[in-house]
DNA sequence: CCTTGTTTTGAACGTATGTCCAATATACAC
DNA sequence: GTGTATATTGGACATACGTTCAAAACAAGG
């Protein structure tokens, strides 16, 4: 996916170049994930890249160009991760609905805890592109691809069951598996304690949304 | 609560008056819930409300103050029908875990779908202000009182488990219905199908929040 | 009818927005 | 070095924004 479309370039990108595109991408994602589309300037993300105004436009394309591009960025890695992870999962041997969710799950959970302050930011950022109509045909040219097949695995593990089935079962997954990345600190309010560990996040995620899932395909 | 703080009259507010009032907040509701607070002006909402544009501000205050009431003016109502919910159903007898899901999930459920297109647009609000971390404060003063009260009653169900397990079982059933509410279309798209019954999708909900909720509690 | 308080209008204010363009600076091929 | 394509700067453009205010229209009590 160009940043621009219908670049038609004579020269590479000098590094400088690439690394001031990166800049500014990744200052798009912060506050794209922070503050969502409208509530960003153009401004904002120049000064959060610590760039001249001009600059976002020519790298970025306008405003809604440079918001595509940020939320495709890491959409085909993530998707990548998930189809890999539920293949080696194959592999290995007969696979039950508890590995499908985990597989689907477990990459965003964990690049959104682990994988350095961008991929906690990408992953707000696919939370705000999945609850808001706005970016509906965005997000289904990013994320559907990779959920049909994890809806056609799950439909291939129960095929006595309804497709819409497995689809609401991965419909309300992903919105557990979004509202523990965006809103764990809730779950700790309301529980009057203080940053439950991730490790127990994560086991209660997965075992709701099992539990959940077996009881809809089973 | 008030439209305007410290409003000093000397006389009642009139009927035409209360009424354009009325459009005011009606033409916010639906535009702040479709394109959230930054992405509506206070002209889109005179527009709307087929009023001038300082009216808003002089029926709404500013446009924060005019969010806030927005917000606030259906939570009281909710909040009501929930605890009322549960209240007849602790006094029929026992009540079990399911129960306890159906009183939070059913009111918001139903009256998004039954309680005509105010409602309707209400809680797309709510599933807008649960999302950004930016009405963090506003969701916890509107909705978390009765969250509390739902929390307590899983954890007086189930005395010997811990108040996270409760927590996050809350949240994760909130999450599922605010998806239901508003990406029920994705279900549809995912399964290949056409517009499943409103009656499905809601048992779909409440069988796999159900089951979660027990696989973490019992 | 006249007074008084409220609702509505018209229009302006300063500021912020997205986008664009001429200019300068930089990097690289020859 | 020289020339050329790209990267960067500075600044402007028209438009949209939230808010304010004086004046006009309205409603109601005396």
């Given at each position: 996916?160009?940043?621009?479309?219908?670049?038609?370039r004579?020269?590479?990108?000098?590094?400088?170049s690439l690394?001031?595109r990166t800049?500014i991408v990744?200052a798009?994602?912060r506050?794209?994930a922070a503050?969502?589309?409208?509530?960003t300037?153009?401004?904002?993300?120049a000064?959060e890249?610590?760039?001249?105004?001009?600059?976002?436009s020519?790298?970025g394309g306008?405003?809604?160009?440079?918001?595509?591009?940020?939320?495709g960025?890491?959409?085909g890695?993530?998707?990548q991760?998930?189809?890999?992870?539920?293949?080696?999962?194959?592999?290995?041997?007969?696979l039950?609905?508890a590995?499908v969710l985990?597989?689907?799950?477990?990459?965003?959970?964990?690049l959104?805890?682990?994988g350095?302050?961008q991929w906690?930011a990408?992953a707000r950022?696919?939370?705000?592109?999945?609850?808001?109509?706005?970016?509906?045909?965005?997000?289904e040219v990013c994320?559907d691809?990779?959920?049909q097949?994890?809806v056609d695995e799950l439909?291939?593990?129960?095929?006595?069951?309804?497709?819409?089935l497995?689809?609401?079962?991965?419909?309300?997954t992903?919105?557990?598996?979004?509202?523990?990345i965006?809103?764990s600190w809730?779950i700790?309010?309301l529980?009057?304690?203080?940053s439950?560990r991730?490790?127990?996040?994560?086991?209660?995620?997965?075992?709701?949304?099992?539990a959940?899932?077996?009881?809809?395909?089973?």
């Open positions: 996916m160009p940043l621009k479309p219908n670049e038609t004579l020269r590479a990108p000098s590094a400088r690394e001031t800049r990744d798009a994602e506050l794209f503050r969502g589309y409208d509530g300037s153009m401004r904002d993300i000064t890249a610590d760039v001249h105004v001009g600059l976002v020519h790298h306008n405003k809604i160009a440079l918001f595509h591009y940020t939320v960025r890491r959409a890695e993530l998707s991760r998930r189809v890999d992870a539920l293949e080696q999962m194959k592999a290995k041997g007969d039950t609905v590995d985990r597989c689907f799950v477990d990459p965003l959970l964990t959104s805890q682990e350095g302050p906690r990408y950022l696919v939370a705000y592109v999945s609850a808001d109509d706005r970016w509906r045909t965005l997000a994320f691809p990779a959920a097949k994890f439909v291939a593990l129960k095929p006595d069951r309804s497709r819409a497995a689809a609401a079962t991965l419909v309300y992903v919105s557990a598996l979004l509202a523990q965006t809103s809730r700790d309010a529980a009057g304690e203080r439950i991730f490790q127990q996040h994560r086991k209660m995620l997965l075992d709701f949304c099992v959940g899932a077996e009881r809809l395909l089973d």
